[in-house]
């Protein structure tokens, strides 16, 4: 069966750090990959997204990057971490299958100070 | 482009009484139409969804969703709530004719459904 694995759970770091998120799916080839924020625990907003490795695809302008090192690897990263980047990180794979739901990891909480 | 609208910030309910939690979507083609529920500070879970074909589905957890194409609704009902239903609720959509761009759901902005005794 397929899991997905993130971590950290949780991270407090203060700003002008850097940051890394790391997400891992298991028991899948070729998912595709998502990263979101939700932010006041409510809406879910897309960040990036990845088809394939070293394709990454931005939603939005922001302090944030990602990577996608390996097929079954995404990563979140900054440089210099933002107060506006605290929030909740949750990382989502879906098979190529279009009418495939997304499978969520378990988030990583990150406050910024 | 592709959008979903969920009402009711928070629905409350008694325990044992039927439950709905509306939404409503919009798109160019056919959607297709998940069902999501969120405990504190974990993951999304995926309850239910609709691709085609019969217009009730069922899902995990005793819910089931009915989709209604005149109405463009896609609504979560449970016959009987628990007070363990208690949770975020999310409507999210695709739309079935666009292709490539990681084939994006878009998500609702949550309901909070508040089973009490």
């Known amino acids: 069966s397929q899991t997905i694995h993130q971590w950290p759970a949780t991270l407090v770091q203060p700003v002008g750090s850097p940051l890394s998120l790391e997400c891992t799916v298991e028991?899948?080839?070729?998912?595709?990959l998502y990263w979101y924020r939700q932010a006041a625990g409510r809406g879910l907003q897309l960040l990036f997204y990845?088809?394939?490795?070293?394709?990454i695809s931005s939603e939005v302008p922001q302090n944030l990057s990602a990577s996608r090192p390996q097929d079954r690897q995404f990563i979140l990263s900054s440089k210099k971490l933002l107060l506006s980047d605290s929030g909740f990180y949750l990382c989502?794979?879906?098979?190529?299958?279009?009418?495939?739901?997304?499978?969520f990891g378990e988030g990583s909480r990150l406050t910024v100070l | 482009a592709q959008s979903v609208a969920q009402p009711e910030d928070q629905v409350n309910v008694a325990e044992g009484n039927p439950l709905t939690v509306k939404c409503t979507y919009s798109?160019?083609?056919?959607?297709?139409l998940f069902w999501y529920v969120q405990y504190p500070n974990r993951g999304l879970q995926f309850l239910l969804k609709?691709?085609?074909?019969?217009?009730l589905v069922k899902g995990s957890y005793g819910f089931e969703a009915e989709f209604n194409k005149s109405q463009t609704s896609f609504h979560l009902k449970k016959p009987s709530a628990l007070v363990s239903d208690s949770a975020l609720y999310f409507c999210?959509?695709?739309?079935?004719?666009?292709?490539?761009?990681?084939?994006?759901?878009?998500f609702g902005t949550g309901t909070q459904l508040k089973v009490e005794l």
């Open positions: 798109v160019s083609g056919n959607p297709y």
């Open positions: 990845s088809v394939g490795i070293g394709q």
């Open positions: 989502a794979w879906r098979p190529p299958e279009r009418t495939g739901e997304l499978f």
């Open positions: 028991g899948t080839s070729n998912p595709n």
């Open positions: 999210a959509v695709r739309d079935a004719w666009v292709t490539g761009g990681g084939n994006k759901l878009t």
């Open positions: 609709y691709i085609t074909g019969d217009n």
